[in-house]
């Protein structure tokens, strides 16, 4: 049943872009379908095309209604409300090497060596519920933490388990394979974040090459984005390389494959590439909000190519690049740490080639892409 709900102030979206953009065409999951074995066979075919080929899809029908969603957009949005000597209480112990639970604040990178200017995005992580972190935040999200609990345990019971469900199908493996090793009351690093860029002026936006933040990829299994207008989110095709815009679709979620996945699957499962553009000259007068989760395996779960799978054993995914490599291959707490530590080093310039390839563990250098 839904909790309670302290008195919130609503939420208004901005418009979306008018212009014509290279939008990209992506799959759809219609979770209508899931919960009979013919209904999960067809959504494991459609999740297969759209984990091998694009990376990225959309899921609807997935029992969340739009007003919650609205009402976690409103928590957001008050909450960078707040005065910035209030949220920097919450920057977490050891966010250089790499904790990230709490509040990180912008201009921790530099996105224009020449003019210096640094990014302006700031980040509140809230981890999982079952006990094993703690709670400490401001006493603005202190009132709406149970209502924040249950809507980020819905994601697992209503999107990420049908979705591990979804998967473990389409590998040919038990259905609460992949289930089991993302169980919500296991540790894991899963995070509901709040994300804010705030806005750049037209000159500033001009020094930037048409990027706010470059290409990556995620480090989890599932990133879950919640629809919002402004247009600034790109991906990466794998097949053909080409740059096109995630276009926001109504009653949906955004939902990309990360590099844990790629790792589980020996790279049949893609990694998505994805990177943050500067918005539309239409948009570009406003801040944007993101709404987001971050799915991750339990912190014990060795990255290894699973065995058991009969798909990838006949398609020859069978070692990914630790175990080709002979090196290492980390549990997932390890891989996590290692490369939130790279992504929080602190004052590194764009173009630094010595962060962008760093070895961050044996046998993986990052990437950092145009």
């Keep these: ?3 309670p709900v302290p008195e919130l102030g609503s939420y208004n979206f901005v418009q979306e872009t008018k212009e014509d953009l290279p939008w990209a065409d992506l799959i759809t999951l219609d979770f209508s379908l899931y919960g009979t074995p013919e209904g999960n066979q067809q959504l494991a075919k459609t999740l297969v095309k759209a984990v091998r080929e694009d990376g990225f899809f959309y899921v609807k029908n997935f029992n969340i209604s739009q007003e919650r969603v609205n009402r976690q957009f409103a928590i957001g949005k008050q909450l960078y409300e707040i005065p910035l000597e209030e949220k920097l209480k919450y920057v ?8 990230f639970n709490g509040y990180v604040p912008a201009g921790r990178r530099i996105i224009d060596p020449v003019s ?3 990014d302006r995005v700031e980040v509140y992580n809230i981890p999982k519920f079952n006990g094993d972190f ?29 979705l591990h469900t979804i998967l473990a199908i ?16 296991v540790k894991s690093e899963d995070h509901l974040r709040y994300m804010k860029y705030t806005k750049f002026t037209p000159e500033e936006n001009a020094k930037l090459n048409g990027l706010w933040g470059r290409g990556h990829t995620d480090l989890g299994s599932f990133t879950l984005l919640f629809r919002q207008p402004v247009a600034a989110l790109q991906i990466k095709n ?11 679709q109504d009653g949906t979620l955004t939902v990309n494959t990360c590099d844990a996945l790629s790792f589980l699957t020996g790279g ?34 060795e990255l290894r190519t699973i065995k058991e799978s ?32 790279w992504q929080r080093t602190k004052n590194v310039a764009r173009g630094d080639k010595n962060f962008e390839n760093a070895q961050i563990l044996p046998g993986w250098n990052e990437k950092v892409y145009a």
């Design 116 to 118: 210096g200017i640094r």
């Design 92 to 99: 977490p112990e050891g966010l250089d090497d790499g904790q």
């Design 134 to 162: 703690k709670h400490q935040h401001p006493e603005f999200i202190q009132q709406h933490l149970a209502e924040i609990e249950e809507f980020a345990r819905s994601l697992h019971t209503e999107v990420l388990d049908p």
């Design 170 to 185: 389409a590998l040919g493996l038990p259905e609460d394979y992949l289930k089991n090793i993302h169980k919500y009351e």
């Design 238 to 248: 794998h097949a053909t390389g080409e740059w096109s815009w995630v276009k926001p």
């Design 1 to 3: 049943m839904p909790v």
């Design 268 to 301: 049949y499962v893609k990694s998505t590439i994805h990177r943050v553009a500067v918005p539309p000259k239409d948009q570009q007068h406003v801040d944007r909000l993101g709404l987001l989760y971050f799915s991750r395996p339990n912190n014990d779960v």
């Design 310 to 341: 009969p798909v990838l054993r006949e398609q020859g995914f069978t070692e990914n690049e630790f175990e080709k490599s002979g090196n290492p291959v980390p549990t997932m707490e390890t891989w996590t740490f290692a490369k939130q530590k």
